[in-house]
C-alpha cells in the first residue's frame, strides 16, 4: 500500500499507512478546510517525533501508533465546514470526538478489522480532552500523546519540555511538510466563530478568552458584552449562587 505521507529524514519518523487511516485522512479532507488537515497532520507528526525522543513514551513496548495517528488527524472534526456534522449545543472537542467515532463504527471490510470497543473509546478520548493536557496527561499514552503533539503544533521548539525534544530542523521539516496556510489568523476566526455561534460552549474553557480578546467576528465586534456574558456564566459564580440559594433550606 502506498503512503499518502512523505518521509521525515530529519525527524525519523514514519506515518503508519493502513486502510482506515487512509479513509480518515479522506474525510477530513472532504469536511474540513486544508489549513485544518494541516494542522491536524502537522500535530500527528510532532505526537510521532515526541513518542520517538521522551523516554515516557519510548519505554511503552506496545503503544498504539495507529490509533494516536488517527486521533490526530480527526481530532479537529468539531471545525468541520459541513455544518450539518455539527451539534448545535456540544462542545467542538465533542463534537470531533462523535463524529471520529461514528466515522469508526461505521468502517467496513478490513478498514474496521481489530477495533475493539476499548481503542474506539481511546480514539474518544483523545480527542475529547486533546485541549485538556492537565487531564490528558494522566491518561493512557496513546491520549497524551495526541494530546502533546497537538499543544506542539503551537509552540514548536518552544515548547516547555526539559531537553528540547523538537530541535528547529525537525520543526522545519514538518512545517514544510504541511504547511500552515494562515493558521494563526484561522484559528482566531474559529474560536471567535464558536463564541459566536455556540457561546454557552465556550463559557467554561479556553475558548471563551478568543471572544473576550478578539470580539465575536475576530475583529473586537461585541468583545466588552461578550466580557459581561462569560462573567454572568462563569462557574463561580454559578457555585456560589447555587450554594446560597441552598441555604433557605438549611436553617
Known sequence: MSSPFPAFPICQITF??????????????????ACTV???????????????KLPPFAAVDDIDVEAVVLANILHDL???TTKSLLSPDKRF????????????KSA????????????VQLIWDA?????????????????????????????????????????????KE???????????DHLVEIMCGLCREKPDTTFDNFVS???????????????EDFKKLCEEKSLSNMLMGGLEACEQWES
Open 16 to 33: 503508519p499507512s493502513s486502510p482506515l487511516i487512509n479513509a480518515a485522512l479522506a474525510y477530513s479532507k472532504e469536511h474540513t478546510d
Open 38 to 52: 494541516n494542522h491536524t497532520l502537522r500535530s500527528a507528526a510532532f505526537s510521532l517525533l515526541l513518542m520517538r
Open 78 to 80: 468539531g471545525w468541520a
Open 93 to 104: 472537542e465533542i463534537d470531533g470526538a462523535n463524529l471520529a467515532r461514528d466515522l469508526l
Open 108 to 119: 467496513a471490510g478490513e478498514n474496521s478489522a481489530g477495533w475493539d470497543k476499548h481503542r
Open 127 to 171: 480527542i475529547a480532552l486533546h485541549t485538556t493536557p492537565s487531564i490528558a496527561q494522566h491518561k493512557e499514552p496513546e491520549v497524551s500523546a495526541v494530546s502533546l503533539g497537538i499543544f506542539a503544533d503551537f509552540v514548536g521548539p518552544n515548547i516547555p519540555i526539559p531537553g528540547n525534544p523538537i530541535s528547529v530542523d525537525e520543526y
Open 174 to 184: 514538518i512545517v514544510t511538510a504541511f504547511p500552515r496556510l494562515g493558521f494563526k
Open 209 to 223: 478568552d478568543f471572544g473576550k480578546s478578539f470580539g465575536l467576528d475576530g475583529k473586537g465586534t461585541g468583545k
